[in-house]
């Protein structure tokens, strides 16, 4: 596949209006398209190729190799000599996916942001498709979602993506008056990004706590809604899932959008750390509980950050029940052999007791010792949390 194309001198302005109702110096949105590698060597030159032949040009990009020990190295050096704009980060130690993306989200400075898999391709029309969705959106949803190809040894064997195929079969996700096509500059978007695509975006609310997305490559962020989640101190550790986490952490509080058209291809070659094939129903393309499976830690990870970070999401009552039911739909089981049953048994549970002090001052101790009596915690434990912080006042 040939992605030679328009965008080459990628700007991080962008495109000026052109609109002469509209100031001269503002600028389409920057995306920063963060590319995360380890051992794709031999894919990463097309997939930088394919960020390149964008139509649409206001694009940074960003390379963050995870320690490689394979031809990578040189195919950086090429990268960097075609494209010298391209910023390049060489890791000494592999420490995972989330690390990675963290690094390179902190050297980013885009409104929206990509995390890209180096064994993917974006096709051409992916970046402005994503901005011209947000923009035309009447919801301000914290990122969207584009179906995919799925490619196995280079052929292309399905045009869609399973968990977003059974959320559109559903007939959810369709609302009156929710879209709204941008037009604020003269000569972008082009007029044949908008034929139909109003019917092709459906809206994923918040509190949405199942899988209907596509992985990592097909979702674009909000900047600040991933800072709402990404000063986790835990999340580094997280080795991989790293879309689970923000995919379900902004999508469960701010919702989404998915986008029924194909932006990008996902490759299959036998060395995916998750998906094994294209998929198939009623199989499962992964093995549950294996190297690639941390969906738990993910789930665990928000629920730690909404909690330890509730005064961030709770500024009134209606933002507090909002956080509530996400705990419900988001609870999993702890995966720590040596913590008591009833904490095994929820997380929610457990993090409540963890950071309690930080939860009670919003919520108040009677408000959090119910939820907590509700998720399983044993009455001699409500019991004890609050009584040292309060037998230290007293003194």
């Given at each position: ?67 490689s ?25 592999n ?35 994503h901005?011209y ?29 399973e ?45 949405c ?24 101190p ?8 790293t ?37 198939l ?50 609870d ?16 929610t ?47």
């Amino acid at each position: 596949m040939n992605f030679s194309g328009p965008a080459d001198g990628l700007s991080k302005t962008g495109p000026r209006l052109c609109d002469e109702t509209l100031p001269p110096n503002f600028h389409l949105p920057l995306v920063s398209i963060i590319v995360i590698n380890y051992n794709y060597g031999r894919y990463l030159e097309e997939a930088v190729e394919s960020i390149f032949a964008q139509t649409y040009s206001a694009i940074e990009c960003i390379i963050v190799d995870n320690a490689s020990t394979d031809e990578t190295p040189a195919v950086l050096a090429t990268i960097a000599e075609r494209h010298p704009q391209v910023i390049i980060i060489r890791r000494e130690t592999n420490k995972g996916q989330t690390a990675a993306s963290l690094e390179g989200f902190a050297r980013s400075s885009g409104q929206y942001v990509i995390f890209f898999d180096a064994d993917d391709l974006l096709l051409p029309h992916c970046v402005e498709t994503h901005v011209y969705v947000h923009l035309s959106s009447r919801i301000h949803i914290g990122f969207t979602a584009g179906d995919m190809l799925q490619a196995h040894n280079g052929n292309i064997v399905l045009s869609t993506g399973e968990a977003m195929n059974n959320y559109i079969r559903s007939g959810r996700g369709r609302r009156p008056n929710n879209w709204r096509p941008y037009r604020g500059h003269a000569n972008w978007p082009p007029a044949s990004i908008g034929q139909n695509l109003s019917a092709k975006a459906l809206y994923v609310p918040p509190l949405c706590t199942q899988w209907v997305w596509t992985p990592t490559s097909g979702l674009c962020y909000r900047r600040d809604a991933i800072l709402l989640f990404s000063d986790n101190p835990r999340l580094p550790h997280l080795w991989t899932a790293t879309d689970m986490y923000l995919a379900h952490g902004i999508g469960g509080w701010c919702g989404s959008v998915l986008i029924d058209e194909p932006l990008f291809i996902y490759r299959m070659h036998g060395s995916n750390l998750f998906s094994q094939t294209a998929q198939l129903h009623h199989a499962l393309n992964y093995k549950p509980g294996g190297d690639g499976d941390y969906i738990s830690q993910a789930k665990a990870l928000i629920i730690d950050q909404l909690i330890h970070r509730c005064a961030r999401f709770t500024p009134n009552l209606l933002f507090k029940l909002h956080l509530i039911g996400l705990l419900f739909g988001l609870d999993t089981k702890e995966t720590d052999p040596d913590l008591p049953r009833w904490a095994k048994r929820s997380c929610t549970a457990h993090r409540l007791v963890m950071h309690f002090d930080h939860f009670a001052a919003q919520f108040g101790e009677p408000t959090t010792k119910l939820l907590m009596l509700l998720f399983g915690v044993p009455w001699q434990v409500i019991w004890r949390c609050g009584r040292g912080a309060r037998s230290a006042h007293n003194t």
